[in-house]
Nanobody
């Protein structure tokens, strides 16, 4: 199981930015693609990005392309999600987990994914 702790969420006005962090314990991330998922109130959890162990972004869904950037720091065992030009529809609980990109824009949790507490992002004026 690949387990991590998310942080960096908060309240921001539309058009603002946030950077989320996802830190794995020990060597939890070694060799795994790690992705970001989000779940808005009353909706199913959706995968929005997935970055491979080598640092290639395997896929970003259309709703966040250009605005969100995923990166990883292997030495720090951390994956980041830089979110710019935030919109109210980005309001959700954000989670990171081991991921697999099964098709362009389709990102799913992998078989070793384990969900953490998540970090809440609220975009509102």
């Amino acid at each position: 199981q690949v387990q991590a702790v998310e942080s960096g969420g908060g309240f921001v006005e539309p058009g603002g930015s946030l950077r989320l962090s996802c830190t794995g314990s020990g060597a939890a991330f070694d060799g795994y693609a790690i992705g970001w998922f989000r779940q808005a109130a009353g909706r199913e959890r959706e995968g929005i990005s997935c970055i491979t162990w080598s640092g290639d972004t395997a896929g970003d869904v259309d709703s966040v392309k250009v605005r969100f950037t995923t990166s990883r720091d292997k030495a720090a065992n951390t994956v980041y999600l830089q979110m710019n030009s935030l919109k109210s529809e980005d309001t959700a609980m954000y989670y990171c987990a081991a991921c697999v990109s099964v098709a362009p824009g389709v990102i799913l949790p992998s078989s070793v994914a384990q969900w953490g507490q998540g970090t809440q992002v609220t975009v509102s004026s």
